[in-house]
């Protein structure tokens, strides 16, 4: 079977697509960064004022995505409007970051932090299982493998083995999954608001913070790594159901769904917790409900935690599969990759890929670096994605869109500008992680060229034949 013989059929709807946005986005950032946004701006309003401003420039970007996906609604999302606007090698590049780290890192750490929240409840996964003699480890010391490794790697396969058997049941499962993430967080909520241990004056407490446009800036930048993954959806283009009406709606209601929980969910912890203490507080979800419940309150968060990781990590597997797919077919990965099962009508190589990729990063224990690294490469690559809007507007005009972007061309670039923002900021902040970032996607030109000679090579004209010798 060659990656043309079968095609990955149209399995998932309006709320699997919607569903997906919610699911992926809505991981463990919202456990943590409300910390690191109080020590940048010092007070809950510019918190929410933060909040609401990360979650417009997403917004903007989800429009301006919007567009793209209606137009082009094919496996890959961004690595089909890279192609498209500036041509194979950007697509190539951001399709090899996409798989050996950015997406494969982005699981390996889910995958990890929902074994650290299953800790609270089993330490014993804390546990060193064995220690190998690879100087992988903190500082190049022995690398230790901890039983909470092993069941990471668990998850991650289980998960990969689910998408394998259909979108239309991984799709179900992110609705599911979300649908319970959701509810429980809606929970945690009502427990802030109605629980009688909230007190209006601590919308008016203030701590110790950067302050200025530098903390702003800061706090903007952890609000935007809690909005991240809202542009996933478009990776599974090619199999959700009309797609010139789903995929804008997925985007825009998703997102906008995300906004809502997020600015409502900081007013219920503020509503508790005066700012000092979520400054100081790595958990505040979980102090926020110790303090109305008691101590099973806590462990309840916990659970909720693994299920908002769970649903992020079946959304990032279901999604990040596609990309090295789309490369395959293009003829710029390995043809094997480009295989659509015959039966459940899935990218089976490139989930199994993924999955197995992932899993090694997990053992690694580096994944954590790895995903540092690339942050910064990839708010190049959404840029650029969202800038193909204006390119092909210019360069394809009869290009059909069922959808156009609102505002154009000023939501675009605005969404653009706040991403130059932020590359430049990461570039003077934290130049070796930058230029290791740029190194790890230079590090795929050599492979990108091997694929176009490749290609050229298969593609040539046949060779007149020599007469046989008589």
Not at 73 to 82: D, H
Not at 103 to 127: D, Q, V
Not at 242 to 268: D, E, K, S
Not at 346 to 373: C, E, H, K, M, N
Request: aromatic residues 12%.
């Amino acid at each position: 079977m060659t990656p043309s013989t079968d095609r990955l059929k149209r399995e998932l709807g309006l709320s699997s697509a919607a569903s997906i946005v919610v699911g992926t986005v809505i991981g463990s950032g919202i456990f943590l960064v409300p910390k690191t946004m109080a020590l940048n701006v010092g007070t809950p309003w510019r918190v929410f004022l933060v909040w609401i401003f990360g979650g417009l420039l997403s917004m903007a970007g989800a429009l301006t995505y919007a567009e793209l996906a209606a137009a082009m609604p094919q496996a890959g999302g961004e690595y089909i409007y890279l192609r498209e606007a500036y041509g194979p090698w950007i697509a190539y590049l951001y399709g090899w970051m996409q798989l050996w780290v950015g997406k494969a890192g982005s699981i390996a750490t889910l995958a990890t932090g929902f074994f650290l929240y299953l800790a609270n409840f089993h330490p014993a996964l804390e546990k060193v299982w064995i220690v190998t003699p690879l100087p992988f480890g903190e500082s190049g010391r022995p690398l230790d493998i901890r039983y909470g490794q092993l069941m990471a790697i668990a998850v991650i396969l289980f998960l990969s083995a689910l998408n394998h058997f259909g979108a239309r049941l991984g799709g179900g499962v992110q609705v599911v999954v979300t649908v319970v993430k959701v509810s429980l967080i809606l929970a945690i909520i009502a427990v802030g608001f109605f629980g009688g241990q909230g007190s209006a004056p601590n919308f008016h407490s203030s701590t110790p913070a950067l302050g200025g446009f530098a903390g702003f800036f800061a706090a903007l930048v952890a609000a935007l790594w809690a909005y991240d993954g809202w542009n996933n959806v478009s990776m599974v283009s090619s199999e959700i159901q009309n797609p010139q009406r789903n995929l804008p709606l997925a985007l825009i209601l998703g997102t906008l769904a995300v906004v809502a929980i997020y600015v409502t969910i900081n007013a219920a912890y503020f509503f508790v917790l005066p700012t000092p203490v979520v400054a100081h507080t790595d958990r505040v979800a979980s102090e926020m409900v110790r303090r109305v419940l008691g101590g099973w309150g806590a462990n309840a968060v916990s659970v909720a935690a693994m299920i908002s990781i769970f649903a992020a990590l079946n959304g990032s597997i279901l999604t990040g599969s596609r990309v090295p797919y789309a490369m395959a077919i293009d003829g710029q990965f390995f043809r094997a990759i480009g295989r659509v099962h015959p039966r459940w009508h899935t990218p089976s190589a490139s989930i199994a890929l993924l999955g197995i990729w992932s899993s090694i990063l997990v053992l690694s224990g580096r994944y954590d670096q790895l995903f540092t690294y690339v942050i910064f490469a990839s708010a190049i690559f959404y840029a650029l994605a969202a800038s193909a809007v204006i390119v092909l507007r210019r360069k394809r005009p009869d290009l059909p869109r069922p959808y156009r972007v609102l505002g154009y061309p000023y939501l675009p670039l605005m969404f653009i500008a706040a991403l130059v923002c932020l590359i430049l900021s990461t570039l003077v902040k934290s130049p070796r992680e930058s230029f290791l970032g740029l190194g790890i996607i230079a590090a795929g030109l050599p492979l990108y060229f091997h694929w176009k000679h490749r290609r050229t090579w298969e593609n040539r004209p046949p060779l007149p034949r020599t007469p046989a010798c008589k």
